[in-house]
């Protein structure tokens, strides 16, 4: 064939509509029920509106070591049903795995695992890691993103309104007078361990059901958004109250720009020049700066606790102490030969999610990480909406945008099972399925016809 063929654009060919049988669509509502009690499972944790004293924090420090019974029973128990609803299902997967990139990432953090301090330990919450992102995106190949997204609103709504509920039943419901940070007390947690937890998942709630709102118009998921709002303010949490309303503008913007790449383009540019700005008033007002970080007080503790692991970086910039192996092996971790406050004793992680991979895994882990939860992201939200899934991709680039954000003064990349990280998972994954289920043209090869002596082609 020669290879001087003329290109044309085309399209892909159609896909399988996979019209099940209704004994194989019965599945369906069973998987979707299956994954909102792990998401709500994972929301209320082991301990809701459990007392929190010195003793017990100490004591829950001392045991974070991935050995507990039952999560490991909870994670296992999820996964074999779910694999077993995936071996029966009789109708057409709704999505198949192809986002190597998150495999590479995981096959990284075992290898790191190998020079940690204590390697079992590495090992349990990698995982641990690897369960919670296989339970994720087996339930998005039996639901497909519309359902695993409808999922994943019932249980910030469940959410929302047990912990309403709760605030006038329990005291529990609000940090109380034996916190040992006394900036705490009185902050809203609902059922949350911490309020900033809560006002993590409130925050995210506001901004999903808003754009439920924007798509339905029904008055019952405007009334969840304010009432999302407000228990955001109730908890005190300032980083989530800075972004919700921002978050919110900028998911609203994208949405709008749905039926345009060229636009959706400057939104991502702005964003980033967002960031240059940022950089060129460090650069201008840097003395002041400098001097507001040298304080170990400033961001309620937070510079000082990233003091430690940019010490241990200074050591040991390479590969990192294995992960999940920085803070909390028990004597043997690495945070303690660098710690200096005394309050880091209960430290879990760097509170910045970047921050934590890099101390954790190195530079090959912190560069895994951006390209595949910041770079191949991106792309997808530039070039996979359309005007049929603007809400699913919308709602998807609020809670990745805010994720990232949020990382910068908190952990929830691979942070155990932690709600944000979760819900982080599912976006990303109703994300990757949209973005994979729009058409794209393509170039191929079209064979020329045949032209007779004589005849001008």
């Not at 991502?268 to 507001?292: C, D, K, N, S, T």
Request: hydrophobic share 55%; with cysteine; charged share 10%.
């Amino acid at each position: 064939m020669s290879l001087a063929l003329p290109w044309h654009r085309g399209r892909l060919p159609e896909r399988s509509g996979g019209i099940a049988q209704p004994r194989a669509e019965a599945l369906i509502p069973v998987a979707q029920f299956v994954y909102y009690i792990f998401l709500m499972l994972i929301f209320i944790g082991q301990q809701p509106f459990s007392s929190r004293n010195q003793e017990q924090l100490v004591a829950m420090a001392a045991n974070n070591d991935g050995s507990d019974p039952f999560k490991q029973a909870f994670f296992i128990g999820f996964a074999l049903v779910l694999t077993l609803l995936e071996l029966v299902r009789r109708y057409q997967p709704q999505y198949r795995f192809t986002y190597w990139p998150l495999l590479l990432m995981l096959a990284w953090f075992l290898i790191s695992c190998s020079w940690g301090v204590d390697p079992f330990v590495s090992f349990k919450r990698v995982m641990q890691q690897v369960i919670v992102i296989y339970i994720t995106f087996l339930s998005l190949a039996l639901l497909g993103p519309q359902r695993l997204y409808h999922t994943l609103v019932a249980a910030l709504v469940t959410s929302l309104l047990i912990c309403w509920v709760s605030l006038p039943l329990t005291p529990n419901a609000v940090h109380p007078p034996t916190e040992s940070d006394k900036a705490l007390i009185g902050a809203w947690r609902g059922f949350f361990f911490h309020k900033n937890i809560a006002g993590a998942v409130m925050a995210l709630t506001f901004v999903v059901t808003a754009h439920a709102y924007f798509t339905s118009r029904k008055w019952v998921f405007a009334l969840f958004s304010v009432m999302a709002f407000v228990f955001v303010v109730g908890t005190k949490s300032k980083t989530s109250l800075a972004l919700c309303f921002a978050i919110l503008a900028v998911s609203s913007v994208y949405r709008l720009l749905s039926q345009s790449v060229a636009k959706r383009a400057v939104l991502l540019l702005l964003v980033g020049l967002g960031m240059l700005l940022f950089l060129a008033l460090y650069i201008a007002f840097q003395p002041m700066i400098e001097r507001w970080f040298a304080d170990p007080t400033a961001f309620t503790g937070r510079v000082s606790i990233w003091k430690v692991a940019i010490d241990y970086l200074g050591d040991h910039p390479w590969l990192g102490a294995g992960f999940g192996g920085f803070w909390q092996v028990g004597d043997l971790s690495p945070a303690h030969d660098y710690l200096n406050q005394k309050f880091q004793l209960l430290t879990a992680h760097s509170h910045n999610g970047y921050l934590e991979i890099l101390v954790t895994t190195g530079p090959v882990g912190l560069v895994l990480l951006l390209v595949s939860f910041v770079v191949l992201p991106a792309w997808w939200f530039l070039t996979g909406t359309t005007k049929a899934n603007a809400t699913l991709m919308a709602s998807a680039f609020a809670i990745w945008s805010f994720v990232l954000y949020q990382n910068l003064l908190e952990t929830s990349f691979f942070d155990k099972d932690r709600q944000v990280w979760v819900i982080f998972l599912s976006s990303l994954a109703i994300a990757h399925a949209s973005f994979k289920a729009v058409e794209r043209p393509r170039w191929r090869r079209q064979p020329t016809r045949a032209v007779a002596p004589g005849v001008p082609a």
